[in-house]
């Protein structure tokens, strides 16, 4: 017999879900989506810097610094089943790619480097109902931004009209 807080997770996993793929139907009208794999791992505790151990979560923006872009991890239940298979940050990345008669190709000619930030926008998107993000899923989007991983990172929450999607950009 179920309690009443599993059946309430139940049904708000469900409804999460529900708006996750009505998200992505959304995005698909202008955008070429697709599930992000990865997720981002921030290292724990002791490490050894210029031959000194010290805590990395005491030195300020060390953690931050150090960490990485990892493969998603699966979630499994006691029973070794897994429950999820897409379980990275965020829940989508979107990309366009723009016209070509619209596009100025152009080279850098000091470095000879080719300028494309006129061709594509990739976006990072994550779907949640009420638009607010946890202290973790902050400094995880802050560090996509800062890193390059894409130019706007998009949280999508619920509108005030039924059915309506909104999408806030996070700074």
């Given at each position: 017999?179920?309690?009443e807080k599993q059946l309430m997770g139940k049904r708000s996993r469900a409804a999460g879900g529900r708006f996750e793929l009505k998200v992505r139907k959304d995005l698909e009208k202008n955008w070429i989506v697709g599930k992000w794999p990865n997720?981002?791992?921030?290292?724990?505790?002791?490490?050894?810097?210029?031959?000194?151990?010290?805590?990395?979560?005491?030195?300020?923006?060390?953690?931050?610094?150090?960490?990485?872009?990892?493969?998603?991890?699966?979630?499994?239940?006691?029973?070794?089943?897994?429950?999820?298979?897409?379980?990275?940050?965020?829940?989508?990345?979107?990309?366009?790619?723009?016209?070509?008669?619209?596009?100025?190709?152009?080279?850098?000619?000091?470095?000879?480097?080719?300028?494309?930030?006129?061709?594509?926008?990739?976006?990072?998107?994550?779907?949640?109902?009420?638009?607010?993000?946890?202290?973790?899923?902050?400094?995880?989007?802050?560090?996509?931004?800062?890193?390059?991983?894409?130019?706007?990172?998009?949280?999508?929450?619920?509108?005030?009209?039924?059915?309506?999607?909104?999408?806030?950009?996070?700074?």
């Amino acid at each position: 017999m179920k309690t009443e807080k599993q059946l309430m997770g139940k049904r708000s996993r469900a409804a999460g879900g529900r708006f996750e793929l009505k998200v992505r139907k959304d995005l698909e009208k202008n955008w070429i989506v697709g599930k992000w794999p990865n997720n981002v791992e921030f290292p724990i505790g002791l490490t050894t810097f210029n031959g000194k151990e010290l805590d990395i979560t005491k030195v300020p923006n060390m953690r931050f610094k150090a960490g990485k872009c990892i493969p998603a991890k699966r979630r499994f239940n006691p029973f070794n089943k897994a429950l999820a298979i897409g379980t990275g940050f965020p829940d989508f990345f979107a990309y366009k790619i723009g016209q070509v008669q619209a596009i100025s190709f152009y080279f850098n000619a000091a470095n000879m480097e080719f300028n494309s930030d006129e061709i594509y926008a990739v976006i990072f998107v994550e779907s949640k109902m009420n638009g607010t993000l946890d202290k973790q899923e902050k400094e995880k989007a802050r560090w996509y931004l800062e890193n390059n991983y894409c130019s706007k990172f998009l949280i999508a929450k619920k509108g005030k009209k039924r059915g309506e999607i909104e999408y806030v950009e996070f700074k």
